[in-house]
């Protein structure tokens, strides 16, 4: 299922979503620019599990950098498709949860969002030593955050029917309470594993999702029409 648009209209020039669509993009041209460099790039500034496990009390001195990595790696992605794809759900979903919110919670939201999966990913995979990169925890939060303000939105979705592709609306809850169950059924097939399948954080997406429903509790936006 491929979102093409919801049905609410957004009142406000959405700032932050664009300023962070924005900046993904750039990062992305950062990263083309590593050159042979970008995979000791990645396992600097990505997310990874196995670097926080303490074999020694020089370790702690890692640690600075390795809590940057809860942020710097939801700004960079593994491919094209892979920014391509979080950026369409970001623009979909991210300027009405931020004209409901506000641009600087909206961006806490965002960020605390992409910490708590870092967090989730860290605890349930911490073997893991492949970098987490990208920002879908972070637009799981995004997702969460939706999924508890619109429910009764309607996502106008692509769906493959056979061959062909047809474009039916969704119910937001049905849409993304789909997609989190999917994630979350995923996640538990990768316990165990040293990396979870496809190179797919599965639990930071549900990591992600449920932040974005706290934090919808914890800022409790007003309604602004």
């Known amino acids: 299922m491929i979102p093409l648009r919801d049905t609410i209209p957004s009142h406000h020039i959405a700032v932050i979503t664009r300023l962070l669509v924005a900046i993904n993009i750039a990062m992305f041209f950062f990263e083309l620019r590593q050159g042979a460099a970008l995979e000791p790039f990645l396992y600097r500034f990505g997310l990874v599990p196995s670097h926080w496990m303490v074999s020694h009390l020089r370790d ?10 809860l942020i ?9 498709l ?41 605890v349930l995979t911490p073997h893991s030593g492949i970098p987490m990169v990208g920002a879908s925890g972070a637009i799981a939060g995004v997702l969460g955050a939706y999924f508890l303000l619109f429910p009764s939105a309607r996502i106008v979705t692509l769906l493959p029917f056979g061959i062909f592709w047809h474009t039916v609306e969704w119910p937001a809850f049905v849409f993304l309470g789909f ?34 429903m706290l934090g919808i509790a914890i800022l409790r936006p007003q309604r602004r029409w």
Do not use: C, K
Request: charge should be negative; aromatic fraction near 18%; hydrophobic fraction near 55%.
């Open 82 to 122: 892979h920014l391509a794809s979080n950026l369409l759900y970001l623009w979909i979903f991210g300027d009405n949860v931020e004209d409901r919110l506000g641009p600087v919670h909206f961006l806490l939201l965002y960020l605390g969002s992409g910490v708590l999966a870092g967090v989730s990913q860290l």
């Open 60 to 69: 702690f001195l890692d640690w600075p950098q390795l809590f940057l990595t």
């Open 179 to 212: 997609w989190f169950l999917l994630q979350w059924f995923q996640g538990l097939a990768t316990i165990g594993q040293m990396a979870d399948i496809g190179g797919v954080a599965f639990w930071a997406h549900v990591g992600g999702f449920i932040g974005g």
């Open 72 to 80: 710097s790696s939801q700004f960079l992605h593994g491919g094209l």
